[in-house]
């Protein structure tokens, strides 16, 4: 009822503007239902769009309109999808007249922040992609130590923003990975075991709703949609203009640890995380990648092909803390014998990031994962699937969080004490059933010791059923509700695949 009588006010006070709006579009509704030519109609539509709107809009029948749509996806492989306009957004008032535009025309709209989704699940047939990429300021109050991150923001963006002030965020390891998305479906960035799941750190956000509302949302002000903004990822019922996030003190001294073992030895490597993962201090990460040997000069004199490889990052207050820390690793069967290794090295998020350069292979990407609470079976199991490996960049990453017990109450509900995610990397478009293949078998042979997926990690479009496997059952049900009060006339894409 809150919500209705606000509607109902708000269109009162944007009728001005929307009416300004509607009216230069004069003729608009009338050439939908005239012309037989979707392309005249778009020609049109972005005509008179053009007029409220500052940054640029890009129609499916523009000659260029294929670089542009293709440009919108980080990774190489780009899906056919493709929606009507697309509108690159330069201010909050191009949200809003693109929200208000895409209701009154009964079209729907989705946003797109850094086009990180490896599925590309922004990408819809038909529709509106608003893309966010540009908006992307950061400020920070030291004072408080929170800051304000518009959703275009790279990680690396607001890592620099915030070092000045001694403050940091688990941002996401790729550089150019957005907050937009990355929040919007949890976040397992930095620092895990302190610092949390990201989007626990959202301590607002400013959202435009389908009636063309910008509203605040937090704690006190529509705790509902704050909840949803907290990792409803894909399927959220409005566009996030902008975050209000808590920052953290930086660690004293950043140091890490590498240890390189033959995958063959797998079983050493599992028996020693199995031990060292549970009674892990807070301020340890650790992360198990199974990969390929990039040493290929060793690989050629006879090294394994494949390995276990082991980071540790020590976030502690000093040097002797994190060399504390690190030290459980060395003196475990971890450090013993490796192939390899690197000891005690300082460095830093930034460097983690890969702010200097993409640290990711590039080409087509295809990733997908799921939680679990399970060490050793998992391991093994991945150790079978690796042998099989169809691309050699091939890679499967075991993130091990000793600390799951969820902050809060919020709309990201599914965790696991590992995050498996197999990130394959190939650039054939021959090869895609392929890989899909390996990538089906791999996802089949985790089942027994999954506990669900994760939104920002999965391959959401061709699995839509996993959309609902990214949150525990009431989570689910309730954003499903929510959705139904806040965009009750779908002017939003729901979750690909799901209707409304
Ligand atoms: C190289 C690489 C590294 C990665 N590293 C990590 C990592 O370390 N940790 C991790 O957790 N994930 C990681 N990811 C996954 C990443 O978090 C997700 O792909 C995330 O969605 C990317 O954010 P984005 O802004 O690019 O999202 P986009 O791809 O732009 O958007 C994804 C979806 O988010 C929604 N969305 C985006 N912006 C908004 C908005 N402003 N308002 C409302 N909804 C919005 C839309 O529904 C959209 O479909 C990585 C991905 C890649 C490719």
């Not at 490597?269 to 199974?290: G, N, Q, R, Y």
């Not at 969080?401 to 109450?409: F, W």
């Amino acid at each position: 009822m809150r919500y209705l009588n606000r509607y109902n006010k708000l269109r009162k006070v944007t009728s001005f503007s929307r009416r300004k709006f509607i009216g230069g579009a004069a003729g608009l509704g009338f050439a939908a239902l005239t012309s037989s030519s979707s392309s005249l109609f778009a020609k049109s539509t972005r005509q008179k769009m053009a007029m409220n709107i500052s940054g640029k809009i890009i129609s499916s029948s523009d000659d260029n309109y294929e670089m542009w749509r293709k440009g919108l996806v980080w990774q190489a492989a780009k899906p056919n999808r493709k929606p009507e306009l697309i509108v690159q957004a330069k201010s909050i008032d191009d949200v809003i007249s693109t929200v208000n535009y895409a209701r009154e025309n009964k079209q729907k709209v989705i946003a797109k922040s850094g086009g990180h989704s490896i599925c590309a699940s922004f990408l819809r047939n038909e529709g509106i992609l608003l893309n966010m990429l540009a908006m992307r300021d950061v400020e920070v109050d030291s004072e408080s130590q929170t800051c304000t991150a518009q959703p275009g923001a790279w990680g690396p963006t607001v890592l620099n923003a915030l070092e000045p002030h001694g403050l940091g965020f688990p941002v996401a390891r790729g550089g150019s990975v957005s907050i937009g998305g990355f929040l919007m479906g949890g976040g397992l960035g930095f620092n895990p075991n302190t610092w949390r799941i990201a989007c626990f750190s959202i301590l607002g956000a400013d959202v435009v709703l389908a009636d063309g509302s910008q509203i605040t949302v937090n704690e006190k002000s529509y705790p509902d949609i704050y909840w949803a903004v907290r990792g409803a990822g894909p399927g959220f019922f409005g566009i996030v203009t902008k975050y209000y996030l808590k920052a953290y003190p930086l660690p004293g001294v950043l140091l890490t640890s590498q240890y390189i073992h033959p995958l063959s030895e797998y079983e050493k490597v599992s028996s020693a995380l199995e031990t060292l993962v549970p009674d892990s201090d807070h301020k340890l990460e650790i992360i198990l990648l199974l990969t390929s040997n990039s040493d290929k000069a060793a690989v050629e004199a006879g090294a394994p092909a494949q390995v276990c490889l082991i980071n540790a990052n020590a976030y502690g207050a000093d040097e002797e803390e994190s060399r504390a820390l690190l030290k459980t690793i060395a003196d475990s069967p971890l450090g013993k014998k490796p192939l390899a290794k690197k000891e005690y090295e300082l460095t830093n998020l930034k460097v983690m990031t890969g702010e200097t350069g993409e640290s990711f292979p590039r080409g087509r990407m295809a990733t997908e994962g799921v939680w679990s609470n399970s060490i050793a079976p998992v391991i093994a199991t991945l150790y079978k699937r690796m042998k099989q490996a169809v691309t050699p960049i091939t890679t499967v990453s075991i993130r091990f969080l000793g600390n799951t017990r969820l902050p809060d109450e919020a709309a990201f509900s599914l965790i696991g004490s590992t995050n498996i995610l197999s990130v394959l990397t190939w650039q054939d478009e021959k090869d895609d059933e392929k890989i899909a293949g390996w990538m089906r078998g791999t996802m089949d042979a985790l089942a027994p010791y999954s506990l669900g997926h994760y939104i920002n990690n999965d391959d959401v479009v061709t699995y839509p059923e996993r959309n609902q496997a990214s949150f525990s059952e009431a989570s689910w049900k309730k954003l499903r509700v929510l959705r139904k009060k806040y965009d009750p006339e779908g002017v939003f894409h729901d979750y690909y695949g799901i209707d409304s």
